[in-house]
């Protein structure tokens, strides 16, 4: 018998990604698709993304978004996790887990 778990996901395309993390992080040239190098008819799933007080890795990189600090080595915006992160710290978009899809 196949042993499976059903979760539920927040699926949002990466236009509206892209315009929510302008919006509320203050990224007002953010484009995930062209920081991650994602091509067309794709979806990127990130698990469990909780408040960052939860999880010590993630805290001090998602407080840096917050602070608006930017990433230094690429000049641009963390990784679209990160991102996630901070919007549910601000209480932008509830925890859980997310899909961001690419088709054009």
Not at 84 to 101: C, F, Q, T
Request: net charge negative.
């Amino acid at each position: 018998m196949l042993n499976f778990e059903t979760a539920v996901y927040h699926r949002v395309e990466y236009h509206e990604f892209d315009a929510i993390v302008a919006e509320h992080l203050g990224f007002e040239d953010y484009e995930v698709v062209a920081h991650q190098e994602w091509c067309n008819d794709q979806q990127h799933i990130f698990d469990n993304i909780t408040h960052p007080a939860r999880f010590a890795y993630s805290q001090k990189s998602i407080q840096r978004v917050l602070d608006g600090e930017r990433d230094a080595r690429f000049n641009s915006a963390p990784s679209p996790d990160i991102l996630l992160g901070a919007l549910v710290a601000m209480d932008i978009i509830p925890p859980g887990n997310y899909i961001i899809s690419v088709c054009w």
